[in-house]
T-cell receptor
Framework: GAGVSQSPSNKVTEKGKDVELRCDPI?????LYWYRQRLGQGLEFLIY????????KSGLPSDRFSAERTGESVSTLTIQRTQQEDSAVYLC??????????FGPGTRLTVL | AQSVTQPDIHITVSEGASLELRCNYS??????LFWYVQSPGQGLQLLLK??????LVQGIKGFEAEFKRSQSSFNLRKPSVHWSDAAEYFC????????????FGTGTKLQVIP
């Protein structure tokens, strides 16, 4: 595709449910990032992938959060047993290497 | 821990006027510094980056930024603003550990008036 895509664009879920957020990076981009942006706050680093490996998982807020990447392409961010404080916009970005270059439109997650 | 401060939440400038957006960072070593732009309805995009060398870096869309170590600043500038520059601008700092863990500021929203 022409840019980074994310799905779904919006997700409303009930507290305690699991959710999966998907990111399709720009083709050929080996670096992939996940960020979270809570209302009125800056971007919060979650995880970084180089290829299919995640050398830095330090940003994941708790063990309820996990992410994987396959085929050096699509990545999935999974949040188990969602809590209301998980409500945020989850952003994915990709680049050939180095810093995030292009971001997707984000998934707005609302936990009721 | 690295951090970024953008002291201006909202800035309004007239079209054709010059622009400077402020950014201050905190980092123990030589930082990698970035500016991103988020135009309405679009995703964030990298405007420019500083890794080393010349402290004045040029970016896309006519933007430039200057790294000043003594002031821990990396301010973004443009000589003449266009209406299409209205957007939110994010300053960011990254580490040099072989990969780029990038920490973002809270952003400055730029409004351009005719």
């Amino acid at each position: 595709g022409a840019g980074v895509s994310q799905s779904p664009s919006n997700k409303v879920t009930e507290k305690g449910k699991d959710v999966e957020l998907r990111c399709d990076p720009i083709s050929g981009h080996t670096a992939l990032y996940w960020y979270r942006q809570r209302l009125g706050q800056g971007l919060e680093f979650l995880i970084y992938f180089q290829g299919n490996s995640a050398p830095d998982k330090s940003g994941l807020p708790s063990d309820r959060f996990s992410a994987e990447r396959t085929g050096e392409s699509v990545s999935t961010l999974t949040i188990q047993r969602t809590q209301q404080e998980d409500s945020a916009v989850y952003l994915c970005a990709s680049s050939l290497d180095g810093p995030p270059r292009f971001f997707g439109p984000g998934t707005r997650l609302t936990v009721l | 821990a690295q951090s970024v401060t953008q002291p201006d939440i909202h800035i309004t400038v007239s079209e054709g006027a010059s622009l400077e957006l402020r950014c201050n960072y905190s980092y123990g070593a030589t930082p990698y510094l970035f500016w991103y732009v988020q135009s309405p309805g679009q995703g964030l995009q990298l405007l420019l980056k500083y890794f080393s060398g010349d402290t004045l870096v040029q970016g896309i869309k006519g933007f430039e930024a200057e790294f000043k170590r003594s002031q821990s600043s990396f301010n973004l500038r443009k000589p003449s603003v266009h209406w299409s520059d209205a957007a939110e601008y994010f300053c960011a700092v990254g580490n040099s550990g072989g990969y780029q863990k990038v920490t973002f500021g809270t952003g400055t929203k730029l409004q351009v008036i005719p």
